[in-house]
């Protein structure tokens, strides 16, 4: 038995369905849930949800059952808030597409689900710790950002670039001659205080090329159609 986060669902046949998890400890799985189109189990079957996974194959490389138990609802409360809906189905949909199979992640797990619970409260700020989430995403793949210092020159002051080619932070005065060709660093990542509606934007602009450039585009895929539409909101109510 595994720990699992509900990221996607198929239906396969008259009755049942095909679900995507991504489990505590053996990274992103699929399986066959008999019966995962009756009601009881379209419920269990929500992206977002936690549930205790139980699989089951003749062999390794079968796609294999899932026994599936309810744990806890975590889609259900985000209905009535359409960004941070959207918020749970563009990482549900990352992690189902960008996240090689049967491959363990157990710190992304944690993150996920941390992240998952933090978009049903309404103390925490969920949106530049759903940025950060993406690049912790990013850095799990093998294509970390390095914000801490200058690339350039070594200097960990007034960093306010990306080089869009190494992912490395770059100073102000190191990257002035080249700023068109840079991307901004919102100071909310590297701890200059709380991001504005355009810093989360910004923020979002920088994972999402690194997301494209080392993760869809060299599989001659696009970002999500769920991370487009997050993006889309945020930037409504940004104007």
């Given at each position: 038995?595994?720990?699992?986060?509900?990221?996607?669902?198929?239906?396969?046949?008259?009755?049942?369905?095909?679900?995507?998890?991504?489990?505590?400890?053996?990274?992103?799985?699929?399986?066959?849930?008999?019966?995962?189109?009756s009601r009881r189990l379209r419920g269990v079957l929500q992206p977002g949800n936690q549930v205790s996974a139980t699989w089951r194959a003749r062999l390794e490389?079968?796609?294999?059952?899932?026994?599936?138990?309810?744990?806890?609802?975590?889609?259900?409360?985000?209905?009535?808030?359409?960004?941070?809906?959207?918020?749970?189905?563009?990482?549900?949909?990352?992690?189902?597409?960008?996240?090689?199979?049967?491959?363990?992640?157990?710190?992304?797990?944690?993150?996920?689900?941390?992240?998952?619970?933090?978009?049903?409260?309404?103390?925490?700020?969920?949106?530049?710790?759903?940025?950060?989430?993406?690049?912790?995403?990013?850095?799990?793949?093998?294509?970390?950002?390095?914000?801490?210092?200058?690339?350039?020159?070594?200097?960990?002051?007034?960093?306010?670039?990306?080089?869009?080619?190494?992912?490395?932070?770059?100073?102000?005065?190191?990257?002035?001659?080249?700023?068109?060709?840079?991307?901004?660093?919102?100071g909310f990542l590297i701890g200059a205080g709380p991001p504005s509606d355009s810093d989360i934007l910004e923020g979002l602009?920088?994972?999402?090329?690194?997301?494209?450039?080392?993760?869809?585009?060299?599989?001659?895929?696009?970002?999500?159609?769920?991370?487009?539409?997050?993006?889309?909101?945020?930037?409504?109510?940004?104007?």
């Amino acid at each position: 038995m595994d720990q699992g986060l509900v990221l996607s669902v198929r239906r396969h046949g008259e009755t049942s369905a095909v679900a995507t998890l991504l489990t505590a400890h053996h990274g992103r799985h699929a399986g066959l849930v008999r019966g995962g189109q009756s009601r009881r189990l379209r419920g269990v079957l929500q992206p977002g949800n936690q549930v205790s996974a139980t699989w089951r194959a003749r062999l390794e490389e079968h796609l294999g059952s899932f026994v599936l138990e309810l744990d806890k609802s975590l889609a259900a409360p985000l209905l009535p808030f359409a960004d941070r809906l959207a918020a749970l189905g563009s990482l549900c949909a990352l992690v189902d597409t960008g996240l090689p199979e049967r491959e363990n992640h157990p710190a992304l797990f944690d993150n996920t689900a941390a992240m998952i619970t933090a978009l049903d409260s309404e103390d925490v700020a969920w949106r530049p710790y759903y940025v950060q989430w993406e690049l912790d995403f990013l850095r799990e793949l093998g294509f970390g950002l390095d914000l801490s210092r200058c690339v350039a020159t070594g200097s960990v002051d007034d960093l306010v670039y990306v080089s869009p080619k190494s992912g490395g932070a770059v100073s102000a005065a190191a990257g002035e001659p080249y700023r068109d060709r840079l991307l901004p660093l919102p100071g909310f990542l590297i701890g200059a205080g709380p991001p504005s509606d355009s810093d989360i934007l910004e923020g979002l602009a920088l994972t999402g090329h690194f997301m494209d450039k080392h993760v869809y585009a060299a599989h001659d895929r696009s970002l999500p159609a769920a991370r487009d539409r997050l993006v889309q909101i945020l930037q409504n109510r940004a104007d």
